[in-house]
T-cell receptor, first 115, second 110 residues
Framework: ETGVTQTPRHLVMGMTNKKSLKCEQHLGHNAMYWYKQSAKKPLELMFVYNFKEQTENNSVPSRFSPECPNSSHLFLHLHTLQPEDSALYLC??????????????FGSGTRLTVV | DAKTTQPPSMDCAEGRAANLPCNHSTISGNEYVYWYRQIHSQGPQYIIHGLKNNETNEMASLIITEDRKSSTLILPHATLRDTAVYYCIAITGTASKLTFGTGTRLQVTL
């Protein structure tokens, strides 16, 4: 257990469905991140939040919609996804947006399959 | 952030030291060297980081050359559970994002 909890661990959804991924941390961190890892590809940064404010959107399609209601929770809302969006979605947090002394703490990820 | 170069794969016998190299020849003075690892289908795990001096913690040691153009992560007694992809990343302390490359796939064998 890393201190960053992601739910669900696995998700299968149809292309017309709407679903949400949840990330929660109680490490007292102020920055949170969404990453995507497709098969045999490096991790790709999607979104950065610092003190609940989005500071970076890495050209992510609008079918992915993040939400950060407070510094402890981060959501990724999904709608009308494509099969190529199937991937491992990872949430991370850090003390501040620079990573801090202990770097980033990652959750175990949500394995998403779009059918 | 400076580009880092790592070998795509390495093997190590269990119980032996695993020495993972990383080149970061364009690293700037305010960039730290961070190491993470990712065990299959899990999130990356922070291992260690350093700026100029060698560092050691309960997981590993980090040796940074005097010119800071390269570094080596040392796992002193590798076990099968150390089989993972290891990422070396050069990043400033105030950077807003951690960017991963392809890393080194370390296979620890009996």
């Amino acid at each position: 257990e890393t201190g960053v909890t992601q739910t669900p661990r696995h998700l299968v959804m149809g292309m017309t469905n709407k679903k949400s991924l949840k990330c929660e941390q109680h490490l007292g961190h102020n920055a949170m991140y969404w990453y995507k890892q497709s098969a045999k590809k490096p991790l790709e940064l999607m979104f950065v939040y610092n003190f609940k404010e989005q500071t970076e959107n890495n050209s992510v399609p609008s079918r992915f919609s993040p939400e950060c209601p407070n510094s402890s929770h981060l959501f990724l809302h999904l709608h009308t996804l494509q099969p190529e969006d199937s991937a491992l979605y990872l949430c991370a947090s850090s003390q501040d947006k620079g990573g801090g002394r202990r770097g980033y703490t990652f959750g175990s990820g949500t394995r998403l399959t779009v059918v | 952030d400076a580009k880092t170069t790592q070998p795509p794969s390495m093997d190590c016998a269990e119980g032996r030291a695993a020495n993972l190299p990383c080149n970061h020849s364009t690293i700037s003075g305010n960039e730290y060297v961070y190491w993470y690892r990712q065990i299959h289908s899990q999130g990356p795990q922070y291992i260690i980081h350093g700026l100029k001096n060698n560092e050691t913690n309960e997981m590993a040691s980090l040796i940074i050359t005097e010119d800071r153009k390269s570094s080596t992560l040392i796992l002193p007694h590798a076990t099968l559970r150390d089989t993972a992809v290891y990422y070396c990343i050069a990043i400033t302390g105030t950077a807003s994002k951690l960017t991963f490359g392809t890393g080194t796939r370390l296979q620890v064998t009996l």
